[in-house]
């Protein structure tokens, strides 16, 4: 058996032209949404992602400003801007690229963002309404993930969903997701003691681990929706997912790729984040 591709590519192009149009429509009526990020130093993956964001942003006719500062910028000098873009009325949305140079208190920054414009959903109180089943601003790669899930047609009510990893950003908040969605959900970590029985149950496996080719085919019960959210760099400078494609593909009935699978979601997730703030 060969699994479905979930081609998150197509999908998140789809979700792009949706929100374009939204955006033209409230861009009639006078109003645009806004979204400001901030980059802090020079790490090159950091700047090639908020490059991205700005291209995703203006291609849908946000308002976009990008503030890049340099590696010295102080705690004081960021907190500052971050509370001049909490009181700006034209930015809706405000995006803390992470990591931050080693100098900055991350977890003060983040905490300094309104949570009405906390379109990353890292915030505390973000992280505290989808715990508690509010309406909040979801992260976007864990929001990502099951939009595919979705997109396949596939129910997850009563179905056995394993997550492997439970960082903050993703891990934990899919777990969640999963569950709101009433799948009955395991969240596997780096001490969990038997993975590939608990992968073997799974229907839907969640992969989120950070390491190349770690799940692998013989670890996938049969037809199974895997989502792969690692993003891997070998040595020869291919990309590669947290699940071994090639033989998991074998086993699954659907699967995402690495590339092309979550990664574009979670920009099409940044901006459906922004939209919905803008909305609020
Ligand atoms: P973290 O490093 O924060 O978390 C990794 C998790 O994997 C931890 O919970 C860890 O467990 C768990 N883990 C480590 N080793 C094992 C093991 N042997 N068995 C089971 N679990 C293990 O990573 P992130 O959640 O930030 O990211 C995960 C991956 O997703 C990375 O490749 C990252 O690049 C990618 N990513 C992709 C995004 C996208 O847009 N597609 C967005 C964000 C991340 P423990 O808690 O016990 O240490």
Redesign the pocket.
């Known amino acids: 058996m060969s699994a479905k591709i979930i081609d998150g590519k197509e999908t998140a192009r789809k979700l792009r032209e949706t929100i374009k149009t939204q955006v033209e429509n409230l861009k009639a009526k006078g109003f645009t949404p806004g979204l400001a990020v901030v980059l802090v130093g020079n790490d090159p993956a950091s700047q090639v992602y908020v490059g991205h964001k700005e291209k995703a942003c203006k291609e849908v006719g946000f308002h976009s400003e990008v503030y890049r500062l340099p590696e010295t910028t102080s705690q004081e000098e960021l907190l500052k801007l971050i509370d001049n873009l909490n009181n700006d009325k034209n930015i809706h949305g405000i995006l803390v690229q992470l990591p931050l140079p080693g100098h900055l208190n991350e977890k003060e920054v983040i905490n300094k963002i309104s949570p009405v414009k906390d379109v990353d959903g890292f915030h505390p109180l973000s992280a505290g309404a989808l715990f508690v089943g509010e309406k909040s601003l979801v992260p976007c790669?864990p929001k990502g993930c099951i939009h595919l899930i979705k997109e396949t047609g596939f129910d997850l009510q009563g179905k056995k969903a394993v997550v492997?990893?439970?960082?903050n950003?993703?891990?934990k908040p899919v777990a969640i997701l999963l569950l709101n969605e009433n799948a009955t959900v395991t969240i596997?970590?780096?001490?969990?003691k038997n993975?590939k029985a608990e992968l073997l149950e799974a229907d839907v496996v969640v992969a989120?681990?950070?390491?190349p080719n770690?799940i692998t085919g013989d670890m996938i019960k049969p037809g199974a929706v895997v989502i792969d959210?690692?993003?891997?760099r070998l040595d020869n400078g291919k990309l590669v997912g947290?699940v071994e494609f090639e033989t998991a593909k074998e086993k699954a009935g659907w699967i995402t790729p690495v590339p092309g699978g979550?990664?574009p979601m979670?920009i099409a997730m940044l901006l459906q984040n922004t939209l919905e703030a803008a909305q609020s």
């Open positions: 790669t492997v990893g439970r960082s950003i993703v891990g596997c970590h780096s001490r969990t993975l989120a681990v950070g390491k770690f959210v690692g993003i891997n947290d979550v990664g979670t």
